[in-house]
T-cell receptor, first 111, second 111 residues
Framework: DAKTTQPPSMDCAEGRAANLPCNHS???????VYWYRQIHSQGPQYIIH???NNETNEMASLIITEDRKSSTLILPHATLRDTAVYYC????????????FGTGTRLQVTL | DTAVSQTPKYLVTQMGNDKSIKCEQN?????MYWYKQDSKKFLKIMFS???????INETVPNRFSPKSPDKAHLNLHINSLELGDSAVYFC??????????FGSGTRLTVV
């Protein structure tokens, strides 16, 4: 599984876009980039995932560079409820694949 | 309709006791997992079951014994509880190689 690197913390003003970067230079061709978040002590929540193409859903957008060595999660209009730890994880499709969490980015959304 | 449900939500017990945590998913997923989140908030996978078969066992002490009676259930039994077992335990499920859905966690406190 690819090792990912994320900044430990970021701040964002409410209503602005939050752009969370992730480096995954060792990602292999069959590994997807997954983003999860954990709000306070709740269970991790799936946000979005992608392989090569950019992806968008109701929660966020995922921009993956052409060389797949990095990606950016975009929360278009951050709210206070988006304050959480965000995890970028590489995950392959095998039976023994496992979602391995790093230390993530603590996003603080402020008024 | 809770997708992944764990019981109990809180568990306080004395050292040396034996306890179980139950997990059920109604998503039709074929793989289930147990994760442990310690006081430093680091999330670590413990076990994974695919169609009732153990496929991941991450060097967890043998006091921890997972049991999967069917695809929808994965229980965690812990013998001879120690202070260091205090943590939040999360159950999760997925289709093989796809994103995980997590439960809301069981906070175990050993006194």
């Amino acid at each position: 599984d690819a090792k990912t690197t994320q900044p430990p913390s970021m701040d964002c003003a409410e209503g602005r876009a939050a752009n969370l970067p992730c480096n995954h230079s060792t990602i292999s061709g069959n590994e997807y980039v997954y983003w999860y978040r954990q709000i306070h002590s709740q269970g991790p929540q799936y946000i979005i995932h992608g392989l090569k193409n950019n992806e968008t859903n109701e929660m966020a957008s995922l921009i993956i560079t052409e060389d797949r060595k990095s990606s950016t999660l975009i929360l278009p209009h951050a709210t206070l409820r988006d304050t959480a730890v965000y995890y970028c994880i590489g995950l392959n499709t095998g039976t023994a694949s496992k979602l391995t969490f790093g230390t993530g980015t603590r996003l603080q959304v402020t008024l | 309709d809770t997708a992944v449900s764990q019981t109990p939500k809180y568990l306080v017990t004395q050292m040396g006791n034996d306890k179980s945590i139950k997990c059920e998913q109604n998503l039709g997923h074929d793989t289930m997992y147990w994760y442990k989140q310690d006081s430093k908030k680091f999330l670590k996978i413990m076990f994974s079951y695919n169609n009732k078969e153990l496929i991941i066992n991450e060097t967890v002490p043998n006091r921890f014994s997972p049991k999967s009676p069917d695809k929808a259930h994965l229980n965690l039994h812990i013998n001879s509880l120690e202070l260091g077992d205090s943590a939040v335990y999360f159950c999760a499920s997925s289709h093989t190689g796809s994103g995980y859905t997590f439960g809301s966690g069981t906070r175990l406190t050993v006194v």
